[in-house]
């Protein structure tokens, strides 16, 4: 096994530890991508594991579109989108629509000004056109979970049932099947 295919295997298992000794043996790992085009740190942020995501930071790593969207780093993502203002159409190297990754995540914010520039809210399916978010389901299942806190429930509602703003899913957090 190659120490890329390694160091993301590490990442999925949220390893912290493994992931900093091997960043310190060979620091361009950092920077590295697997098979399906993903970076690091959009793996590490896909896992959850912030600590993780601060280390390749400091490793100098570029922060990217769908990375920034991700992680919830508005100033980043107003950047590179008044730099390139098409980018807030753009999907991530997986297919994700950038706007998708800010409402996943509950970067409400981010989201919102995805949302006024444009962004894209389904999945590209690879043959040009579109096909509903995979991981809508997944989200669905968040608005109905009462641990959660409203505003993610209302992000993952509202992204769901294709209503934007948030604020016209509020119905909907409340709801229990």
Request: charged letters at 25%.
């Amino acid at each position: 096994m190659s120490s890329v295919a390694k160091f993301f295997q590490v990442i999925q298992t949220r390893d912290t530890a493994a992931a900093k000794r091997m960043l310190a043996a060979e620091p361009e790992l950092a920077g590295a991508r697997n098979e399906k085009g993903q970076s690091a740190l959009l793996l590490t942020a896909y896992s959850g594991n912030k600590e993780l995501c601060d280390v390749l930071l400091a490793n100098g790593v570029p922060l990217e579109l769908h990375e920034a969207a991700a992680l919830g780093r508005l100033e980043r993502v107003k950047q590179l989108v008044e730099e390139i203002p098409a980018e807030a159409k753009t999907y991530s190297p997986d297919g994700f629509p950038v706007f998708a990754l800010a409402a996943v995540f509950g970067h409400l914010e981010v989201a919102e000004y995805l949302f006024a520039k444009g962004a894209r809210l389904q999945r590209a399916d690879g043959s040009g056109g579109q096909r509903p978010h995979r991981y809508c389901v997944v989200a669905f299942g968040q608005w109905r979970r009462p641990e959660l806190p409203l505003r993610k429930r209302l992000l993952a509602a509202a992204y769901c049932r294709r209503e934007w703003p948030p604020r016209n899913c509020e119905h909907l957090a409340g709801q229990r099947r």
